[in-house]
């Protein structure tokens, strides 16, 4: 078991307190989901879904990612985008959060105010459990956040805000129960711009970014925008299976996962079973 941090019992989860680097608020709650607890599918939109576990209360980890100060709402998914104190050895660390993105937020409190005017949030909207309007808010503040990285030219800022529209098209969908097209479009567009300029942090990522945009333009009924990203795999598996014939170490086990997933949820894109988000079919 870590030391470095306060375990809550049957909690599959634990907490961290963080500090602001805005405003140096110090009772900022940080969750991490312990390894081997909740077992996880990805959906068909490859948002990880939580399985029951015997041993541990069930949480929703997809709404614990983003980590916020309710104070200023400064908003990150990683401790390092935060200062601390590591208990274990009292050696403090400050954020690694982009300078640009600080001082932007430093500066800018009223746009900051303006990405939550819809949402009711209070100081204990961001603690565990949050409510849906602290999850729904937290996403905003998490997008907003990536759109400074695009601004600011950080590389994979449009990877990561796709990855969070995905995610709050999820949860939205979860907690009203309506197809909110709006998310989706906007994920699709980041990931269009994603593949354009070739901005995956790895690779690999090329593939995931070519399924993703095959499932949401299938969702969205755009079948020739789908189709076209089907292609893009077939022609990356011929390309990288040229390669491997005169190169051993290129492996086609990536892109044959993708390709199949791809093309067997375009095969059953009629069964409405495959769109169900909170229970994930086996598309491989
Ligand atoms: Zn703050």
Redesign the pocket.
């Known amino acids: 078991m870590e030391k470095d941090a306060t375990q809550i019992p049957t909690s599959p989860l634990l907490v961290f307190d963080l500090e ?1 680097p ?4 110090v009772k900022i709650k940080n969750y991490a989901l312990k390894a081997k607890t909740l077992p996880s599918r990805p959906n068909v939109f490859e948002v990880p879904v939580y399985e029951e576990s015997p041993k541990f209360s069930h949480v929703d980890f997809n709404e614990l990612t983003q980590t916020v ?1 309710y ?4 908003t990150g998914s990683k401790k390092s985008d935060f200062n601390y104190v590591d208990p274990h050895t009292q050696s403090r660390s400050y954020s690694e959060a982009n300078k640009k993105i600080i001082e932007h937020w430093q500066k800018n409190p009223k746009e900051i105010e303006n990405v939550l005017m819809d949402c009711f949030i209070n100081a204990s909207s961001f603690t565990h459990p949050r409510t849906s309007e602290g999850v729904i808010a937290s996403y905003k503040l998490a997008i907003y956040k990536a759109g400074l990285e695009i601004l600011y030219k950080i590389p994979y800022g449009n990877f990561k805000r796709a990855k969070l529209y995905i995610k709050l098209y999820y949860l939205h969908n979860m907690y009203y129960k309506n197809f909110n097209k709006e998310y989706l479009i906007k994920a699709a567009e980041d990931l269009e711009e994603v593949f354009r300029t070739s901005d995956f942090p790895e690779k690999s990522y090329e593939f995931e970014v070519c399924y993703l945009l095959v499932a949401i333009n299938t969702r969205l009924g755009e079948d020739g925008k789908a189709g076209s990203y089907i292609k893009a795999l077939d022609q990356s598996k011929g390309e990288l299976a040229g390669k491997a014939k005169d190169n051993p170490n290129i492996n086609l086990q990536d892109i044959n996962k993708w390709l199949s997933k791809a093309k067997n949820l375009w095969q059953s894109r009629t069964d409405p079973e495959v769109w169900k988000l909170e229970k994930p079919l086996n598309l491989f």
């Open positions: 602001c805005i405003c140096f608020n100060c104070h200023c709402f400064y």
